[in-house]
DNA sequence: CGACGTGTAAC
DNA sequence: CCTTTTACACGTCG
């Protein structure tokens, strides 16, 4: 049953919103940015357009950096992911009807099976052209596409022409197109591996698919190691599937480095509203409850508690100052420069137990 | 096995 | 100089 899959990514997303919405800055470089109000260029960024990047700003970016990189015309603005989110979902809504199941990887990005609606890659090209259409004329925006035999390929081929491209990788096309990829380019293949792997001498993807299991067992486990090999051969089964979220979380930079659980603790209340608007959207109950600390070094760590089912965020809040308590208490003379807190084990469209239930 | 914590990856 | 959010795999512990 051969399968196919489509990969649109929106272009340099972000700018590309704030372009149609500021039609004054079009044509100008646009640096989307996180400020995190430590100081007034603290921050990272999150989208550059093509623009920027043709100056050297990326995204990941700190802002300082990106500052010193920019020319007198370069545009640098706060992000508004709210604005971004409601844009997205337009999007997605228009092309839900275009596959069979819609995939959304990210806020910019999305798999689509279309095996039944297409049948064919040329029909799926067709269908790849038509999103293009709907998302330009509806949206005004453009976006990338790769066409696969699975969401590996679809997505590794969506990169090869971007902005506006439209890339198609059939399944006798995949061995070619893996070949002479070097690792780091292959999706799912981080900084850490892929500097393994090249302790190890293996370069390309064919490096990776003719290397001894055995070996890459010893350095990556025996899953990792065959999940490597199966990507340097193109090879992934996953399936397109509509996903609901496992998590939901917050995080912020506190205004200076602190140790003081009011201070922290007031910081995560702030929070609290964000994470309490999107459960009553979703609908949603959680089980867990997390903190995550980073401290002056950047070190990250959580801590975790488990409790009854429930969407009364007041309960994650009591659940987190205990935890953050017994963090500071543990952790003498470090500081805090972040903490974010987190609801997991979500349940979906089960209410809670209420205390009608024990009448 | 469930709970908890860390690491890796991607956006 | 250092953002934010999510997912998942894996090791450990009881």
Not at 213 to 226: C, H, M, S, V
Not at 253 to 278: F, G, N, Q, V
Request: proline content about 2%.
């Amino acid at each position: 049953m051969q399968r196919i899959i489509l990969h649109m990514d929106l272009d340099s997303f972000y700018a590309s919103i704030e372009e149609k919405r500021k039609p004054e800055i079009a044509g100008k470089p646009v640096v989307i940015c996180v400020f995190s109000g430590r100081t007034a260029d603290s921050g990272a960024v999150a989208t550059a357009n093509y623009k920027a990047r043709e100056l050297g700003i990326k995204s990941g970016m700190p802002i300082m950096l990106a500052r010193k990189r920019a020319n007198s015309e370069t545009v640098f603005l706060a992000y508004d992911i709210e604005f971004y989110r409601e844009v997205s979902d337009r999007i997605m809504d228009l092309i839900e009807t275009e596959c069979d199941i819609l995939e959304q990887a990210s806020i910019d990005e999305a798999y689509m099976d279309v095996s039944l609606k297409a049948g064919s890659f040329e029909n799926a090209a067709r269908i790849a052209e038509r999103i293009k259409e709907i998302i330009r004329e509806q949206e005004g925006l453009t976006c990338s596409i790769g066409i696969g035999p699975n969401k590996l390929i679809a997505k590794m081929a969506g990169k090869m022409k971007k902005p506006d491209g439209l890339t198609i990788v059939r399944e006798r096309e995949v061995a070619a197109f893996m070949e002479k990829m070097p690792i780091e380019k292959i999706h799912g293949i981080g900084k850490k591996t892929a500097e393994l792997l090249n302790d190890l001498d293996i370069k390309t993807a064919d490096d990776l698919a003719k290397s001894s299991l055995l070996i890459l067992e010893q350095r990556l486990g025996k899953n990792k190691a065959r999940l490597m090999q199966d990507k340097a051969r193109g090879i992934d089964d996953s399936p397109v599937e509509q996903r609901v979220a496992q998590q939901i979380s917050r995080m912020k930079t506190l205004a200076e480095d602190s140790d003081d659980i009011e201070t922290i603790y007031s910081t995560m209340r702030a929070m609290s509203p964000d994470i309490r608007k999107k459960i009553q959207k979703k609908q949603a109950t959680f089980r867990t409850v997390s903190i995550i600390t980073i401290d002056s070094k950047l070190e990250t760590q959580t801590r975790s508690e488990t409790i009854s089912q429930t969407d009364d965020v007041e309960l994650a809040m009591a659940a987190a100052r205990s935890l953050l308590s017994k963090w500071l208490d543990e952790n003498k003379g470090r500081k805090l420069r972040r903490v974010g807190i987190r609801v997991s084990n979500l349940e979906y469209g089960r209410k809670q137990k209420s205390l009608g239930d024990f009448l």
